[in-house]
């Protein structure tokens, strides 16, 4: 299996690599998990990541820099219906719009619009940064043996805004704060998690795993 | 619920940790990718790396361990010190760092941290606040901000400061008491607690901790969103554990996975 990490210039894929390689071994699953910025490789892999942090339009514009990415990762999701992986930002780019400064372009492959976080209790921290619990909204695969709600594992969260769906289908998981946050969506073969897997030991890696042996 | 996050911090000088991890045997109680992997097994909600390394020269052990460090441990790495440069922080977040903590640099030119929160990101801009009391006994408390190590000071007001490079893009301030610094005799909770209380970015509590109520104290009464500590946990006094369960125990949110 051949896993694509898809580099655009948006910070460091050091860690996440390692995290795939390390679930991919700790998990038996094995596989090649390559960061790339060549389109041919992510036409061609049996799975892809995107990750990203930083803004929504900073993002949009480094993955629309590399020639024929966006077009790459299109066919490898929607004509072959590879498994696809956002992370954080790369989540959030998965929506029709990002409204963070200025209102930009996403994918438009989950519907809705990434919006800033406002809690109701105002002594609330702006990022939302540290570690979260997951609300499960339903099954998926991707949360197979994670122990969920206020007792279960915890994710490591880090942002100022999150992907309001325009229909509640998509989201798999929510987190609270404040009010509830968008934490994990997937529709078909996409999906992507607000927080970082690969910051996020247990629960990271485990989820890492579950998306390696995901069969949408 | 999100919970308050314990972060032990690690002095590093030329690739090596300055005080290492003494609660465990390692194979090199000197080598920072060992005490972080120790560190990441015991709990630790993030890790802190301050590179107190004097000349330049040395900066490619500081990457060399940062890099190491990223492969091995799976949680938030913060590296601070020396940071003057956007290249330096680009260099720091390529090598695997997810935070870069900045001080002197944001001291004497206010206009650094926009370009980097705009550069990388809020997410992954920490400013570094190093306040000391300035007020006299009997008058209202005023802390200013000191540079090299607390030796120097900037005349500048600590709570004005905290909010002029939260405005300009910090993610978050790592606020530590110069007075306080090595004492073990608590955090200084009225200058934690007036920094968190006129920002909305997090604050981390550091300077003082000398044992686990002083961490209590800090969330609960200076209204911290994290605690940071060195000594406490590496001489083994403490394990990261034991700190959560007092934190819990005071009815304060912690992971325990």
Excluded at chain 1, 41 to 65: H, I, N, Q, T
Excluded at chain 2, 4 to 9: A, G, S
Aim: glycine letters at 10%; hydrophobic letters at 40%.
């Amino acid at each position: 299996m051949k896993v694509a990490i898809i580099d655009y210039g948006s910070g460091n894929l050091h860690s996440a690599h390692k995290a795939f390689e390390r679930a991919a071994s700790e998990s038996g699953i094995g596989g090649d998990i390559i960061v790339t910025s060549d389109p041919e490789l992510v036409r061609s892999a049996d799975r892809v990541v995107l990750p990203g942090v930083g803004a929504f339009a900073d993002c949009r514009r480094g993955l629309d820099a590399v020639p024929g990415m966006v077009a790459a990762m299109t066919e490898a999701v929607h004509e072959k219906g590879r498994p696809f992986l956002g992370i954080c930002v790369g989540m959030q780019l998965l929506a029709d719009r990002g409204l963070e400064h200025t209102t930009t372009p996403g994918l438009g492959w989950i519907g809705g619009d990434v919006v800033e976080i406002k809690p109701q209790d105002h002594a609330l921290k702006i990022p939302h940064m540290g570690w979260n619990t997951l609300d499960q909204g339903r099954d998926h695969a991707l949360l197979a043996g994670i122990p969920t709600g206020t007792d279960g594992w915890h994710a490591y969260f880090v942002h100022s805004f999150h992907l309001q769906p325009a229909t509640p289908d998509t989201v798999i998981a929510t987190t609270q704060y404040g009010g509830s946050v968008t934490a994990l969506v997937a529709k078909g073969t996409v999906a992507g998690t607000q927080f970082h897997p690969e910051k996020s030991q247990k629960l990271g890696l485990a989820l890492i795993a579950n998306f390696l042996r995901w069969r949408p | 619920m999100l919970k308050v996050r314990v972060i032990p911090c690690l002095d590093v000088k030329d690739g090596r940790v300055v005080k290492g991890v003494q609660f465990v045997d390692l194979r090199d109680a000197g080598d920072p990718v060992e005490s972080a992997i120790a560190y990441d097994a015991a709990g630790a909600d993030e890790l802190c790396f301050l590179d107190i390394t004097a000349s330049h020269e040395n900066r490619g052990t500081l990457m060399d361990v940062v890099s190491r460090t990223a492969e091995a441990c799976f949680m938030p790495l913060t590296v601070g010190g020396g940071v003057r440069t956007i290249e330096d922080i680009r260099n720091l977040l390529l090598a695997g760092a997810d935070k870069v903590s900045i001080m002197t640099a944001a001291v004497n030119d206010r206009d650094f941290v926009r370009r980097a929160a705009e550069k990388f990101g809020t997410q992954c801009i920490v400013v570094a606040v190093d306040a000391k009391k300035v007020s006299e006994a009997g008058s209202p408390d005023r802390w200013e901000i000191f540079t090299h190590g607390g030796r120097k000071p900037t005349g500048i007001d600590a709570i004005q400061y905290a909010q002029e490079v939260a405005a300009l893009g910090a993610g978050e301030i790592l606020l530590t008491s110069m007075d306080r610094d090595g004492t073990k005799i608590g955090y200084d909770i009225a200058l934690t607690r007036a920094i968190a209380d006129a920002v909305t970015i997090p604050v981390i509590a550091s300077g003082g901790v000398g044992s686990l109520d002083h961490m209590v104290e800090g969330i609960r009464d200076g209204h911290a969103s994290a605690v940071l500590a060195a000594s406490i946990f590496h001489f083994g006094e403490h394990t990261i554990r034991e700190a959560k369960e007092k934190l819990r125990a005071n009815g304060l949110p912690v992971r325990i996975d």
